[in-house]
């Protein structure tokens, strides 16, 4: 069954510092990746997506994400935060098939301090 | 582009009750699914529907189910309420079906569903 794990749940930085998300699933075939992002009382949002390509993706805002298939990783990582950053932070995957469901990672919540 | 919209946007049910959330996707978008979110749970998939078809299922008993109509709205349901359905029902809706490569998803505000 495919699942997906975000290590980091809570993650606090100051603004400025650089940001890597962690994203792991576990899928045996091809698959579609998603970062969503929801900040503070708003819904969620598409940060960026890889479906096949180049593995470094880039998404809204400064964000990107490398996809190392052998490592079953889909990072998301910014340069320099900003305070406008903080938010909750969600991966997901699907099967490339048109059969299987997005299955989303616990979220990890980003707060950053000016 | 109106994005998805649901309503009601908060409900207060009791136990035993039965409950329907409604999604209307961006226009022109044919999938819907829907999911449940919860403080300890996260984001689950509930169930995702194409062309009025229900495609995929989620891990849920069979209280909770679904419709879409021909105009791609969609409708949850859920019977026989417990305490444990207390969470936040998020719709979404993207142009093709979970897994091809027009599926990108355009969440709704969601339904925060209160049982007592």
């Known amino acids: 069954a495919q699942s997906v794990s975000q290590h980091n749940h809570h993650v606090i930085l100051s603004e400025a510092a650089s940001l890597e998300l962690g994203c792991n699933y576990s899928y045996g075939g091809t698959v579609n990746l998603f970062w969503y992002v929801q900040y503070p009382g708003q819904h969620l949002q598409l940060l960026l997506k890889y479906f096949s390509g180049d593995p470094l993706v880039k998404g809204i805002k400064g964000f990107e994400a490398e996809f190392i298939k052998s490592k079953f990783s889909f990072n998301l990582r910014k340069p320099s935060v900003q305070w406008s950053d903080t938010a909750e932070y969600f991966c997901a995957v699907n099967g490339a098939d048109n059969t299987d469901k997005l299955i989303f990672g616990t979220g990890t919540r980003l707060q950053v301090f000016p | 582009k109106a994005g998805v919209t649901q309503t009601p946007r908060y409900l207060i049910k009791t136990r035993g009750q039965q409950v329907t959330l409604s999604c209307s996707p961006i226009?022109?978008?044919?999938?819907v699914s829907w999911y449940q979110q919860t403080p300890g749970q996260g984001l689950q998939f509930l169930f995702e529907y194409f062309s009025e078809t229900q495609r995929n299922k989620g891990n849920f008993p069979g209280r909770f189910s679904g419709r879409q109509f021909s105009n791609s709205r969609s409708e949850m349901n859920v019977s026989t309420l417990e305490l444990g359905d207390s969470a936040l029902y998020l719709c979404a809706s993207s142009p093709g079906p979970l897994g091809g490569p027009g599926d990108e998803q355009f969440f709704g505000p969601g339904t925060r569903l209160t049982v007592l």
């Open positions: 226009s022109g978008h044919r999938s």
